[in-house]
T-cell receptor, first 116, second 108 residues
Framework: GAVVSQHPSWVICKSGTSVKIECRSL??????MFWYRQFPKQSLMLMAT?????????EQGVEKDKFLINHASLTLSTLTVTSAHPEDSSFYIC????????????FGPGTRLTVL | AQRVTQPEKLLSVFKGAPVELKCNYS??????LFWYVQYSRQRLQLLLR??SRESIKGFTADLNKGETSFHLKKPFAQEEDSAMYYC??????????FGTGTKLQVIP
């Protein structure tokens, strides 16, 4: 089946630095990828929809200058958390739309970000 | 390690028939379990979570720790229930693991 990977799986950084998280579709091309954030004791929150070759669509309340999304190829989308702060510490997960003809979304294993 | 298994890729039922979407999990601690739904390539939506113990759109799910299951049930399927359903587990440090999804097809 289709596989989505994320790198890194866990990152610790200092406050004020930037962190890049990669989301890759390993054996299929994904024109659309999604970035989510998991808050403690809450459900997953959609941050943005990333379309290959165009600008990402951000959800209301998500700062586009802080969470930079780039979808430069059909198999790679990146989320860069700029000038990270401790409140950005969270679990970030991406998903990719399935190949044409199926309705499934494939989820990555997630990245845990800890900002000190 | 945490794992979520949804054994059925596709479940077809007739309108008015009962629905049960299976979800089994593996986790050593106390998990938090969710069901998410995605209608016809719209965005993913939270359907319900086990700690709230509520019924949404007629769906319920009970956490069975003995069987490590969190099956989603509805007594009478409706056509508008046709969608992709994902079971998810939130473990330590908010790590979320999704199942592979089950497509529910309600036949008129």
């Amino acid at each position: 089946g289709a596989v989505v990977s994320q790198h890194p799986s866990w990152v610790i950084c200092k406050s004020g630095t930037s962190v890049k998280i990669e989301c890759r579709s390993l054996d299929f091309q994904a024109t659309t990828m999604f970035w989510y954030r998991q808050f403690p004791k809450q459900s997953l929150m959609l941050m943005a929809t990333s379309n290959e070759g165009s600008k990402a669509t951000y959800e209301q309340g998500v700062e586009k200058d802080k969470f930079l999304i780039n979808h430069a190829s059909l198999t790679l989308s990146t989320l860069t958390v700029t000038s990270a702060h401790p409140e950005d510490s969270s679990f970030y997960i991406c998903s990719a739309d399935s190949p044409v003809g199926t309705d499934t979304q494939y989820f990555g294993p997630g990245t845990r970000l800890t900002v000190l | 390690a945490q794992r979520v298994t949804q054994p059925e890729k596709l479940l077809s039922v007739f309108k008015g028939a009962p629905v049960e979407l299976k979800c089994n999990y593996s986790y050593s601690g106390s998990p938090e379990l969710f069901w998410y739904v995605q209608y016809s390539r719209q965005r993913l939506q939270l359907l319900l979570r086990h700690i709230s113990r509520e019924s949404i759109k007629g769906f319920t799910a009970d956490l069975n720790k003995g069987e490590t299951s969190f099956h989603l049930k509805k007594p009478f399927a409706q056509e508008e229930d046709s969608a992709m359903y994902y079971c998810a587990l939130s473990g330590g440090y908010q790590k979320v693991t999704f199942g592979t999804g089950t497509k529910l097809q309600v036949i008129p």
